[in-house]
């Protein structure tokens, strides 16, 4: 098939998920388009059978806010012209199933017929797509797409409950490439960041609010009082400022360490022991999904999506949101001793192949058979 994916090109979740798809598909011997604004940050490998198209947006004075869904648009109908595209995949419904939509009705004008499947993520839906401002588009371009897929169970249940939905929703879950984690790294080189003793802690995540990044912090805090560990902090955001303010403030800045965005998110979690996602809510929580697949325990919050990926006493424990105490607690309880530690890092690997790759991209390439052969 040839399969156009939309999706943000930044460091977030719905970004990874469509990349590392597009990347899969081409493997599996489809020819894979990514449309978008810049070229995505995974995908470094452009061959012939991965392609990148960018949108621009050139400024002009007059719009206060630049038309990105209008450029979006008529780049998806030229590129769907002149290679052909066979069927559309947007990851994160805002604003690309109304772009796709658009798409759709111009080539509709001209006798091509082009389906488009829509994957909701999560912000889309809980925090984004379900304002006022957005609910009435967002609802129409759900119930206009092809098709509909959702990352879990919770996403889907939240879309029934904030939108008037009348098209089905799948659900097809995050995925992970467990070749890529397993004895991936011979030699993690632990020693750069942490001394033997020491336990390693890691967070990864874009810092936005609803990841609940002083709960991380608190949660360290309680664990260094208890034993040697040192925390990792990836990604770039909003809440960074406030949260090195807040380690200062507690005394432990020197034991955590802002490591910024990164492309080599796999190689920190082979040194790290334990993962801490304390958010108030995820829709799948991949970055503990990724965490889980090298083999490190999650430490997380109950919301949404999460308790599909982190299974309590198995791969991690689970907390309401906020619980610092009791995440602090569950922590300890896996670090403190070395066996328990290994004994929740192989079941924690264990839990992460239910989510391989080659059991999800399947059904993605059925759902566009599916929707290619209805159309
Ligand atoms: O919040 C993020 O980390 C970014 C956001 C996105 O759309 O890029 O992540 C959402 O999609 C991910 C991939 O499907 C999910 O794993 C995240 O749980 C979800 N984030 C939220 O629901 C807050």
């Keep these: 098939m040839k399969i156009g994916i939309v999706c943000y090109p930044t460091f977030g979740g719905s970004g990874v998920v469509a990349t590392e798809l597009g990347i899969e598909l081409s493997k599996r011997g489809h020819e894979v388009h990514f449309i978008t604004y810049k070229q995505p940050v995974r995908l470094e490998l452009l061959g012939s059978n991965v392609h990148f198209h960018e949108v621009t947006v050139p400024e002009y004075p007059l719009f206060h806010y630049q038309p990105y869904e209008l450029a979006l648009s008529s780049k998806l109908v030229d590129m769907v012209k002149l290679h052909k ?34 994957t909701l993520h999560g912000t889309d839906i809980t925090l984004v797509g379900s304002h006022p401002f957005y609910k009435t588009a967002v609802t129409f371009s759900i119930n206009n797409s092809d098709a509909v897929t959702s990352v879990s169970e919770s996403l889907k249940k939240d879309t029934l409950r904030l939108f008037d939905i009348t098209n089905e929703i799948e659900v097809i879950t995050n995925f992970i490439d467990i070749g890529k984690y397993v004895n991936n790294f011979t030699d993690c080189q632990r020693a750069m960041m942490a001394k033997d003793e020491e336990r390693i802690i890691t967070h990864v995540s874009n810092f936005r609010s609803v990841k609940r990044i002083p709960d991380v912090i608190k949660v360290f805090y309680n664990i260094q009082k208890e034993l040697p560990a040192k925390l990792m902090m990836v990604g770039e955001g909003p809440e960074k400022e406030d949260a090195e303010m807040l380690a200062k403030k507690l005394g432990i800045e020197d034991k955590v360490v802002f490591l910024g965005n990164s492309n080599e998110v796999d190689r920190i979690l082979c040194f790290s022991d334990l993962f801490l996602l304390p958010s108030q809510t995820e829709s799948f929580g991949l970055a503990a999904l990724e965490a889980m697949a090298s083999g490190v325990p999650v430490i997380s919050s109950n919301s949404g999506g999460i308790p599909e990926v982190n299974v309590h006493g198995v791969s991690g424990y689970l907390s309401d949101v906020g619980d610092v105490d009791d995440m602090s607690k569950n922590a300890l309880s896996i670090l403190r001793d070395t066996d328990t530690l290994n004994t929740f890092k192989a079941q924690a690997a264990k839990e992460a192949t239910k989510f391989d790759i080659s059991k999800i991209v399947p059904q993605y390439e059925a759902i566009y058979e599916k929707t290619l052969a209805k159309s």
Excluded: D, R
Aim: glycine share 2%.
């Design 85 to 118: 595209i066979e069927v559309l995949h947007v990851h994160y419904a805002i604003p690309h199933a109304y772009a796709a939509y658009m798409a759709k009705k111009m080539l509709e004008a001209e006798g091509i017929n082009l389906p488009f499947v829509t």
